[in-house]
């Protein structure tokens, strides 16, 4: 049977470097693709080498494609994993994030689609992923407001949309995570407007923030 990942998720993450072939199942050892599996499945994918030859792709706990010219988008099907780490970096995988990618609300800690080719605007239902600790979504074409829901990430300890298109002013939810266990927080080039919140005269020594706020 072949799993989810091979059969819905990484065919539309599509590799075009030399040798890549889109209907192939990716190997874990591969450069351009690395799977995160529990260390108890680590010995089968050392001896069949690709995921595939994992009989229940729920298991699959991360994946990552960095410094790649992998393209393609995110598919919804991703959700159906329990992901505890989606990291694409520096890709040029675009579309829209998925506002599926609530469904991860338990497992997901780390989601990582930075300097990519993005577009749309952010999910209100990110603001489901209370188990978040990474959320970077910088250096890509974002639209529209930063969502109020983002408030109810107290687990973030980074936070960084920055280098985006996005408008309006920081949500003082956002602003208040500052507060909690959140340690770097970048706003800065976007078209963002306002007075910045109150909340940031008690901004923690640690906290490294730029919200890059344009005056009213």
Do not use: K, M
């Not at 599996?37 to 994992?54: E, F, I, K, M, N």
């Not at 579309?95 to 990582?112: N, Q, R, V």
């Amino acid at each position: 049977q072949i799993g989810l990942l091979n059969a819905l998720v990484l065919p539309a993450l599509r590799g075009s470097a030399a040798g890549a072939d889109d209907d192939a199942f990716v190997d874990c050892d591969d450069a351009r693709v690395d799977c995160f599996v529990p260390s108890v499945y680590t010995q089968r994918l050392r001896a069949h080498g690709t995921v595939s030859d994992v009989e229940d792709v729920r298991v699959v706990t991360g994946l990552r494609i960095e410094n790649s010219a992998w393209n393609g988008y995110i598919p919804d099907e991703v959700a159906s994993l329990s992901l505890q780490q989606l990291l694409l970096i520096r890709t040029n995988i675009g579309g829209t994030l998925p506002a599926a990618l609530g469904a991860l609300s338990l497992t997901l800690e780390h989601l990582d689609v930075s300097e990519c080719a993005l577009s749309g605007t952010l999910p209100t239902a990110l603001g489901q992923l209370t188990a978040l600790r990474t959320l970077n979504l910088d250096h890509n074409a974002l639209r529209g407001t930063v969502p109020t829901e983002f408030g109810r990430l107290r687990a973030l300890e980074s936070l960084r949309v920055d280098n985006n298109r996005l408008v309006g002013t920081v949500p003082e939810e956002v602003v208040s995570l500052t507060q909690f266990q959140l340690q770097y927080l970048y706003f800065h080039s976007n078209n963002l407007r306002g007075v910045v919140s109150a909340g940031l005269r008690s901004l923690r020594a640690h906290t490294t923030c730029n919200l890059g706020c344009s005056a009213d």
